[in-house]
Structures are given as C-alpha cells and as structure tokens.
C-alpha cells in the first residue's frame, strides 16, 4: 500500500473550490501515478479550469491534496511549484523580452539561490536544451512579442519544461496553435510523461486531442465528477453523450466518413 | 548593450553638469567642476572664480540640481515597478493617484505643522509614504473590484478619478487657510526652487537604497509582466513580493513628492524609453529608470527656470507639457494594437 502511495504523484481527495467563497467544483477525487496522463474534459462550463487552478495552487480548495504522498498543506509554495508546472493559453503580452530570456525564467526556483541569482553553465544548457526540444533554438534571440502565436506557444513550452517538473498542467495551450503542432505537442508531452517519474493533467479543448493525450478521461459536469475510467470503456460506454448532451459518436463518424475515400 | 549603458550613463553626467552651469548666472562648465573639486576634495579653487559665485553653485544650484536628479530617478524608479506590477505601460504613480496621496499627507504637516516629535525632520516624507500608500491601497482595492483582471484600463480609470478626489480635499484645506493657500498651491505644483542641502541628503539614500532594494526583485518582476497566476506557478512567492513592491514603491514616491510637490509623468515616461532602449529585462530597466528620470527631470527643471527667466514655471508644468502628449500617444498606439490574437483572454 505504500508503495502504492508513493507512485502516486498526486491524490485529490473531496477537493472543493470556487470563487468568492461560493465553490464551483464539489466533492472531486482521483488519484494520477507516474506515466499516467489523465484528461480532463466535459462542456463549458463545467469547471475544468476551476480543477486545473485548485491543482495548481492558484486557486484555494477545501479537500486534501497530496503530491508524492505527501499532504500539500505541509508543503512550501517553492516545493509544490517545483513539481507541478502550468502550461496555459497565450494571454496579454505586453513587455517583451528574448526567446531565452523567457525560457530561463523556468529556471527561477533553481537559480534564485544562486550567488547574485546568476544562471550557472547548466541552467543555460538546460535552457539551451528545452529550445531544441521546441525546435526554436535558432529563434533564441528573438523578441517575444515578434513571434507568431505558435511559436510563442512553443516558447512557453519550452519555459515549462526549463522547470523540469514532475507534473505539467495543460490548461487549454493548443488554442492558438497550428494543427500540426496542436498534434506535435501532445504527442511531445506524451514522450516527455513516459520518460520519468511524470505526469500530464490536460484541460483540451478538443475532443480527439484529450483521446489523443491519455489513456484515462475524467469526465465532469455542473463542476462534479460525471465518470472516470479508461478513455475506451467511458467512449463505448456512451459517457461523452450524456455529459455533452449532443450524440459525439454520431458526429466522429460522420467527420470520419469524409476521410474515409482519401488515401493514406 | 554595454555601449548604450555607457552612453547614458555619460549624457546624464553631461546633463547634470549643464544644469548646474546654465541658468540666471552662467557659470562655465569648467569652473563648475574647479568648485566642486575645491568644496568636496579640498583642492585649490582656480583664482578668477568670484566667491559671490561659488555661493551661488554650492549652496543654490547644486543642491537644487542633484535634488531634481534624485526626484526624477525615484519616481521613475517607482513608476517602473508599477507599470510591471500591473502590468500596464500607463500605471504610473502619478497615474494611479499616489502622487495625490502623498501631497495631501504633505499639506498637513506643511499647514498644521503636524507635530510628530521624534521624527522631526522625517515628517514630510514619513506623511508622504503614509498617505501614498493609502492611496495606493484604495485604487487598487478599488479597481480589483469593479473589474477582477486588472487587465484593462479600469486601474487608471479609477486612480485617476480618485486622484482628483485627493486633491480637491487638498484644496479645500488649502482654501481654508487663506494665508498658507497661495504657499500650497505653488507647492504643489511641483518645484525645486528654494531646496536646500537637507533634501538632498534625506533623499539620496533613499534613492540609492530603494532602487537597490527594488532591482534585487529584478526575476520576479520580469516573470509577473506575465501575469500573477504564471509567476506563482512558477515559484514567485506571489504575495510577498507583490506587497514588499507595492510598499517599497509606494515609500520612495511619497517621500519624494513630499519634498517636491506633485510631479507627473516623468515617471510614466522614463521607464518607457527605457523599455525600449534597453528591453524588458528589470536587471536593467530599474537602474536605467533611475539614470534616466533623473537626467529628464534635471532638463524639465534647467526649462522651468530659464525659459521665462528671470522668472520660473512650476516643474510639474514642464512635465505635463511633455507628458501627457506621450501618455496619449501610448494609450492610442495600444489600442491600435489591440486586434492581436494573443490579447484576447477566455476564461
């Protein structure tokens, strides 16, 4: 049991939260183990992001939450934003700096100890690293504000892998990206889970992107938790109807059908 | 970068020895430099200088000059650090109303003499502090309600709508006190005439230590121009940092504008220039700010006091003329921009 408790990289257990005081999210628990993507999905509304934002501590929740075992309420906000990264939708970019300016501000926790908060040879090859991984090392000394929306998506990328974090949150990051990299990304950051003690928790707009990401789907509607299971047993079991309330099988296979003449 | 660094920080040296030089009595660069060398390092004063104008560069001019220097960087300082904080190019103290706050706190110790035994000399500045940071608080209070995000124009909107009230409470006291009103009022226009060496050396370490203090968070500004929800999920300690900025800002503003009277704009556009010489990095932005605003205030000071010689225009006059046309054009080049994809937030 034990060790099963240190598998996990994170428990929630009856987590509530909301804002103002009035909760949005009731009564959510699930448990995700290294190598093992979880996504979250569900309608407008039904308090996706809400979730996301009490895991990543942005927001306060009532409940418990545990990373590694161990209660995040005995935790200091350093030691939970080392293990768990956000990656978010690009918003209001209003000074620029440098490709790898931005990128090395992932670093913080691991330089700002540092002797004048200087980055040492390896944080900058780390840095250096995380630009290849993005295929933006060329672009390093661009501004930020000079990119297309893409690109600048693939920078915050990069910032988020520069954390070297145990679990990153996706909090809708493909909505400003090209098709080919919306799919490039994913199946990045499904690698990038598979490599180590990691994890991804998605919040993705598309439907086939969430398929895409994990094995597991989490369900929610009217801010519970609506089913949770393998992504097949909750596809088949006609779980995706009843918590869209629109047939998604019907119009997957009708999308499907207008490929279906096109050669591989 | 090292060339445009040394270059600035070489025109503002030109432009503090020009300000001392140039005004009513002209006094050449070279004696300029012949006085300070005999006043501070002992060394022999060159024979043709009239002691008539050692007294007027020592005990008038140089003062008034450095003061002018270290006002201009303070508010710059701080105006950067506001910008940054929320995340707008136009929040700046004299924007968001500090400014108005601090003047007030500033007219009561100067009409009521606001007894406050042990810190004598401290008062004006202490009251300052006091009232600007109160101002600060209340804007913001005021606009994290009526708009959640920040985001948008609302913190201006409402600093300025509250800056206003702040001084119409100003002017009330100071039409109350008929004797003092016409004193008050020229105060609060902002000025430097008639300053002698005690502001000086209450305010330059004030200067010095608040822009030391303010860059070593030079990281966590740069990651909150992102945001506060992306600093915090990257590490910043999001609540302390955020008040140790708000209060440090808000203490070198107000005690600055205590001794010198409402000043605007510059600390809206210094920073600005700044940004766009040197970039967004606050490694640099805040030491450069400080360079910057106080070699601009130095030259609105040497235009206040020589353009309608030998008479003198208010300071916070030449700034305004300067500023409010750039606050414009900033504020009409962001809207313009505002179509971009990447502005657009859902939650």
């Known amino acids: ?264 | 970068m090292k060339t445009k660094i040394f270059i600035t920080i070489s025109a503002a040296l030109v432009i503090l020895v020009l300000g001392v030089s140039l005004g009513s009595v002209n006094i050449p660069p070279g004696d300029v430099l012949g006085i300070i060398g005999h006043e501070v390092l002992g060394l022999r004063l060159p024979p043709d200088i009239k002691p008539a104008t050692v007294t007027i560069l020592w005990n008038l001019r140089l003062p008034r000059v450095l003061l002018a220097f270290i006002a201009g960087g303070a508010l710059s300082v701080s105006g950067a650090v506001m910008q940054s904080l929320l995340r707008n190019p136009l929040a700046s103290s004299y924007t968001i109303g500090v400014s108005s706050g601090a003047s007030l706190g500033a007219s009561f110790v100067i009409l009521y003499g606001a007894a406050i035994p042990i810190i004598g000399a401290f008062a004006l500045p202490f009251m300052g502090f006091i009232f600007g940071l109160g101002t600060i608080l209340i804007a913001i209070a005021l606009a994290s309600r009526l708009d959640k995000s920040m985001e948008n124009n609302t913190i201006i909107l409402v600093g300025m709508v509250f800056s206003l009230f702040v001084n119409a409470i100003t002017t009330l006291m100071a039409a109350l006190s008929k004797e003092q009103m016409q004193r008050l009022i020229t105060w609060q226009m902002g000025s430097f005439s008639m300053k002698d060496w005690q502001a000086v050396y209450i305010l330059a370490p004030v200067l010095l230590l608040g822009t030391a203090f303010i860059a070593h968070f030079d990281k966590e500004l740069d990651m909150m121009t992102f945001g506060e929800d992306q600093a915090k999920t990257m590490g910043v300690n999001l609540k302390s940092v955020k008040w140790t900025l708000l209060v440090s800002s808000a203490a070198i503003t107000g005690s600055t504008i205590a001794f010198v009277g409402v000043i605007g704009f510059v600390d809206l556009v210094a920073p600005h220039i700044v940004r766009k010489l040197f970039g967004s990095s606050h490694r640099l932005v805040i030491p450069m700010s400080a360079v910057l605003g106080g070699a601009f205030m130095v030259v609105c000071d040497l235009a206040a006091r020589t353009v309608v010689s030998p008479s003198e225009l208010p300071v916070g006059a030449v700034t305004a003329l300067i500023g409010a046309p750039f606050f414009a054009y900033i504020y009409f080049s962001r809207r313009a921009s505002r179509g971009v994809g990447r502005r657009a937030k859902k939650r």
Request: aromatic share 6%.
């Open chain 1, 1 to 264: 049991m034990n060790d099963r408790m240190n598998d996990c990289l994170l428990t929630l257990d009856s987590l509530s939260a909301g804002y103002n005081g009035a909760d949005v999210i009731h009564d959510i628990s699930f448990r995700v183990s290294a190598g093992e993507n979880l996504s979250i999905i569900g309608p407008n509304g039904c308090g996706k992001t809400t979730l996301l934002h009490a895991i990543a501590h942005i927001l306060p929740f009532t409940g418990e939450m545990a990373l590694g075992g161990k209660s995040t309420r005995k935790m200091k906000h350093r030691e939970i934003a080392g293990k768990i990264a956000v990656l978010c939708q690009i918003s209001g970019i209003y000074f620029s700096y440098s490709v790898f300016d931005t990128v090395m501000m992932g670093r913080y926790l691991h330089i700002r100890d540092k002797f004048l908060g200087v980055p040492s040879r390896e944080d900058k090859a780390y840095v250096t690293h995380c630009l290849e991984v993005v295929d933006l090392l060329a672009e390093k000394d661009r501004e930020i504000t000079k990119l297309s929306g893409g690109q600048l998506q693939r920078v915050f990328l990069a910032r988020t892998l520069a954390q070297e974090p145990e679990i990153i949150l996706l909090d809708e990051p493909t909505n400003h990206l090209d098709l080919k990299y919306q799919i490039e990304l994913v199946e990045y950051l499904k690698e990038w889970a598979a490599e180590g003690n990691r994890a991804v928790i998605g919040v993705l707009h598309d439907i086939n992107l969430a398929l895409r990401l994990s094995g597991r789907l989490l369900v929610m509607k009217d801010g519970r938790v609506q089913a949770h299971g393998k992504t097949d047993e909750i596809v088949t079991g006609g779980l995706l109807e009843r918590a869209y309330e629109v047939d998604v099988a019907r119009y997957m296979r009708e999308s499907l059908k207008m490929w279906e003449g096109v050669r591989d």
